[in-house]
């Protein structure tokens, strides 16, 4: 069972600020930007990995999904159901994230097969089946319109995050075969972002010069890229409010670069159906969702909002299943992706 510990305080968003913007980044560059020694802010950073309030791990990569299909499943569950077909779909490699919502279904699951008669099987001959679903409606996604890695906290100042961001590689995406290597330190990344290079070297048998070597290459290849992901429940950001809307196809890439720009945006896909574009924001509070829906019609009014909803739970977020209060309980590796 996971421990209990104290809420996140002043200094410790900092740090997950610090890694949002640089996962990787040394402790050395860390504590010099933070005013922390160095040693500090690895034992908080392990503090927070230990008890599940924050934590670094691999972001599915366009390159990497390209090949990937991916749909939005809405579940409808027999009453008093919701959790055990939520508990049994969280243990799929298949489900990437799983919300329990108030709106027009129960649960809906981010699902990723590596093609559309896997998608098909999944989706009807094991989420259909399962004791509890009653009711199944899907949409295929088409494209990202905006990725929910570049969503951060804002407490460090400018000058601060220019010096992280400074030591960042810039990804220069090629295709490229990736090795049974290259897979296997994808799968180490996507449950432990942070372990070092021995540790990794150790863990799959190569050299740590080998793994520097490879976190490089994968990583300006756009094949690797990184995220730090919090207990939003901690951090003044505790509501989830999804919304469907109808859009222009032509408007669908300016659609995407507003919403981008807006804080409170977290993920935007583009779905083939009647309703287009699917939209994550997170909130101060469920009270902040007319407000945003409002300014969403005034600011992009080529979006048509016609259906929104509000997530009591997100159990599951790109393979990690959390707990009420949104720390990491598992990871569950991401079917195909990581080989």
Request: glycine share 8%; hydrophobic share 40%.
């Amino acid at each position: 069972m996971m421990q209990e510990s104290s809420a996140l305080d002043q200094r410790d968003l900092e740090l997950v600020h610090a890694l949002q913007i640089n996962p990787r980044a040394s402790w050395q560059l860390v504590g010099s930007v933070l005013g922390m020694d160095p040693a500090t802010a690895g034992r908080r950073w392990a503090r927070l990995v230990e008890h599940g309030w924050a934590w670094v791990s691999t972001s599915p990569t366009p390159l990497l999904a390209g090949p990937m299909c991916v749909a939005l499943v809405e579940l409808d569950c027999a009453p008093g159901g919701i959790r055990e077909s939520a508990e049994m779909i969280s243990r799929d490699s298949e489900a990437l994230t799983i919300e329990h919502i108030a709106g027009g279904c129960d649960l809906l699951v981010v699902v990723v097969t590596t093609d559309l008669a896997q998608m098909s099987e999944y989706i009807h001959g094991r989420l259909g089946r399962m004791r509890g679903v009653t009711g199944v409606r899907s949409n295929i996604v088409t494209h990202l319109l905006a990725e929910g890695g570049g969503w951060h906290l804002d407490v460090l100042a400018p000058a601060q995050q220019s010096r992280l961001l400074r030591e960042m590689r810039n990804p220069e995406p090629r295709v490229k075969p990736l090795t049974s290597t290259d897979y296997s330190l994808l799968r180490a990344l996507n449950t432990t972002g942070r372990a070092t290079t021995a540790e990794l070297a150790e863990q799959l048998s190569i050299s740590p010069a080998t793994v520097r070597r490879r976190i490089d290459t994968l990583t300006v290849a756009g094949y690797l890229a990184l995220r730090c992901e919090f207990a939003r429940s901690q951090v003044g950001w505790p509501a989830t409010a999804i919304y469907w809307g109808t859009a222009p196809a032509a408007d669908l890439a300016g659609i995407g670069a507003q919403l981008r720009r807006r804080p409170e945006t977290r993920t935007c896909l583009a779905l083939a159906g009647p309703r287009n574009v699917w939209l994550v924001s997170y909130l101060h509070s469920i009270a902040d969702s007319p407000r945003l829906e409002a300014e969403l019609s005034q600011t992009i009014p080529e979006l048509v909002i016609n259906d929104r909803a509000i997530v009591y739970h997100t159990i599951k977020q790109y393979g990690h299943v959390l707990d009420t209060e949104g720390r990491r309980v598992t990871t569950i590796p991401i079917a195909g992706m990581l080989g």
